[in-house]
T-cell receptor, first 115, second 113 residues
Framework: EAGVTQFPSHSVIEKGQTVTLRCDPISGHDNLYWYRRVMGKEIKFLLH????????ESGMPNNRFLAERTGGTYSTLKVQPAELEDSGVYFCASSQDWGRTDGYTFGSGTRLTVV | GENVEQHPSTLSVQEGDSAVIKCTYS??????FPWYKQELGKGPQLIID?????GEKKDQRIAVTLNKTAKHFSLHITETQPEDSAVYFCAASPGGGADGLTFGKGTHLIIQP
């Protein structure tokens, strides 16, 4: 089965611009998560979708970040307008049924550089 | 909220020796503790996990121990091989893994030939 797919793999944008990251979870996985790792720091939770609903968005840094998961399939994470501190690697992960604890499958991440 | 501390940040061991990475957590409600391995250019990959009703779990050369009283858990890799070189992350979750994970800062494990 195909894994979690993220694109682009790299993105370099100027401060003030908009960037949209996309995540395609493993087919049939209800849970979709976004995480971010800023250079040298821990991987931080951003939010959790169960199908198309936001289960927990307590980790979203501010209102410049908008995540959507239309139809409960792929998800997008938009940053508008981007700031320098938004640079980092954004990971998406998915897992199967709500309440199951089989562990996540992570994508390879999108490395975002804001200059 | 949960806070996970991970040590050391870098660990260099000779091939064939054992490696131990330690983590502590703050939230006594946490009940799920996975370990992830991240190789260059790839996303974190789950290598082993343990739940709070178990004190130890082993999978071939990898083992994890959990001390709920002291709120710490450790990853043990025996007979290390060059392909074990990677960044390892511990994490904790109060939701059994279905909710968001709180990660440690990672340990860069270097296996010296």
């Amino acid at each position: 089965e195909a894994g979690v797919t993220q694109f682009p793999s790299h993105s370099v944008i100027e401060k003030g611009q908009t960037v949209t990251l996309r995540c395609d979870p493993i087919s049939g996985h209800d849970n979709l998560y976004w995480y971010r790792r800023v250079m040298g720091k821990e991987i931080k939770f951003l939010l959790h979708f169960v199908k198309e609903s936001k289960q927990d968005e307590s980790g979203m840094p501010n209102n410049r970040f908008l995540a959507e998961r239309t139809g409960g399939t792929y998800s997008t994470l938009k940053v508008q307008p981007a700031e320098l501190e938004d640079s980092g690697v954004y990971f998406c992960a998915s897992s199967q049924d709500w309440g199951r604890t089989d562990g996540y499958t992570f994508g390879s991440g999108t490395r975002l550089t804001v200059v | 909220g949960e806070n996970v501390e991970q040590h050391p940040s870098t660990l260099s061991v000779q091939e064939g020796d054992s490696a131990v990475i330690k983590c502590t957590y703050s939230d006594s409600a946490s009940n799920y503790f996975p370990w992830y391995k991240q190789e260059l250019g790839k996303g974190p990959q789950l290598i082993i996990d343990i739940r709070s009703n178990v004190g130890e779990k082993k999978d071939q050369r990898i083992a994890v121990t959990l001390n709920k009283t002291a709120k710490h858990f450790s990853l043990h890799i025996t007979e290390t091989q060059p392909e074990d070189s990677a960044v390892y992350f511990c994490a904790a979750s109060p939701g059994g893994g279905a909710d968001g994970l709180t990660f440690g800062k990672g340990t860069h494990l270097i296996i010296q030939p």
